[in-house]
């Protein structure tokens, strides 16, 4: 593979996720690659740089991007953005205007470990009165990983990060050697494929906004970008979370820290309360 090869290959990465890959992980596409290839016949990396540079093809593309987007999860991922959460979900429920629903959002969701906790931390701020209208948000680039959040099934191995053992027996069945959540969690869920990078001004405002550990493969004006359009989609009460590793400074004056909470943030006109 030449470095032609390796640039068409990561041209259309960026070009379609926003993620930037540097020579340094090259090494990525020879371990991710490899179903790709055999998918579309092509022999090499080196062929499927040259058939990228050369002409355009929607499902090839789709394809490289979903193999090489990372989809690390786990549920009630690095705790402190949901103990906030949990902590605020009295306030913003009883502060919600009549008839309006209270919206969370989970971009770039994955297996869709983060918006289920999301959904059990819901259920224990309603005490099961499900009544209470709230709406669940999930978006991720990939559908062939959307397809696998929306079955809610998930392996031993899989339960055994970060979800809490009364969270396992309260919302989940087993299923053979797999665990299913429970539909009542599941309903509160609606999982869409979206993406980032494109314009997202139809899904309204959140009072929650999850964007974890994705602003850290983009470079700076593609992070300053999102959070911009993030920010506009905030509702003046609500508080967006990042990873710990990925700040707004120096990247957007739209967005203010919560004070004393890493990763969580509030539009500028009006702070958040912690």
């Known amino acids: 593979m030449t470095n032609d090869d390796f640039a068409a290959i990561a041209g259309v990465v960026r070009r379609r996720s926003g993620i930037v890959l540097t020579s340094d992980k090259a090494y990525l596409l020879e371990t991710r690659l490899g179903p790709v290839l055999t998918k579309f016949a092509l022999v090499s990396l080196a062929a499927l740089g040259q058939r990228l540079r050369h002409q355009t093809e929607e499902a090839l593309e789709r394809s490289v991007v979903e193999a090489l987007t990372t989809h690390e999860s786990s549920f009630f991922r690095d ?6 959460l949990a902590r605020n979900l009295p306030r913003l429920l009883a502060s919600r205007t009549p008839g309006k629903p209270l919206r969370i959002w989970s971009a770039a969701c994955s297996t869709g470990q983060e918006p289920y906790s999301i959904a059990m931390l819901v259920a224990d701020a ?11 948000l999930a978006t991720d680039i990939s559908a062939e990983i959307l397809q696998k959040a929306r079955q809610g099934v998930f392996t031993q191995f899989e339960v055994q990060r970060g979800l809490p053992i009364r969270s396992l027996v309260k919302y989940f069945r087993q299923d053979g050697t797999k665990w299913k959540i429970l539909p009542e969690i599941a309903s509160l869920v609606r999982f869409e494929e979206r993406n980032l990078l494109k314009d997202f001004s139809g899904v309204g405002q959140f009072e929650g906004i999850f964007c974890r550990n994705v602003l850290i493969y983009f470079d700076a004006a593609t992070k300053a970008c999102v959070l911009e359009a993030l920010a506009r989609r905030l509702a003046p009460n609500g508080v967006l979370y990042l990873g710990g590793a990925e700040t707004v400074l120096g990247l957007t004056e739209k967005l203010v820290p919560v004070q004393g909470e890493r990763g969580a943030y509030a539009v500028a006109a009006q702070r958040a309360a912690a």
């Open 79 to 84: 705790g402190k953005p949901f103990d906030h």
């Open 126 to 136: 309603v005490a099961g009165r499900m009544d209470s209208r709230v709406e669940i």
